[in-house]
């Protein structure tokens, strides 16, 4: 059984920075692409950056030149650096396994607070 724990998160004034971490057990991720995902209150859980196994990265046009995805595939480790941190950035943060893959059980997720 794979288990997802992410930290991180926090009270961050707008314009800051945080970085969020996501460790796993159970499964090594260097054999996955890997996703971080937010929910924002009443919303959908939407996807907010993907690292391939070759450490090619994506990002939510929302999140674009301010965030960036990262790994760690000794530590089996994902990272999520977080700069110039918005309002509309709050949100509960995930980690998980990208498709074609199932998702593995979720994690109780870090939460971001962004303001002033």
């Known amino acids: 059984q794979v288990q997802l724990v992410e930290s991180g998160g926090g009270l961050v004034q707008p314009g800051g920075s945080l970085r969020l971490s996501c460790v796993g057990s159970?499964?090594?991720?260097?054999?996955?692409?890997m996703d971080w995902y937010r929910r924002a209150p009443g919303q959908q859980r939407e996807l907010v950056a993907t690292?391939?196994?070759?450490?090619?990265?994506t990002y939510a046009d929302a999140v674009k030149g301010r965030f960036t995805i990262s790994r760690d595939n000794v530590k089996n480790m994902l990272y999520l650096q977080m700069n110039s941190l918005k309002v509309e950035d709050t949100a509960v943060y995930y980690c998980?396994?990208?498709?074609?893959?199932?998702?593995?059980?979720w994690g109780q997720g870090t939460q971001v607070t962004v303001s002033s």
């Open positions: 159970g499964s090594p991720f260097r054999f996955f692409a």
């Open positions: 998980n396994r990208a498709i074609p893959f199932p998702s593995w059980p």
């Open positions: 690292i391939s196994i070759g450490d090619n990265t």
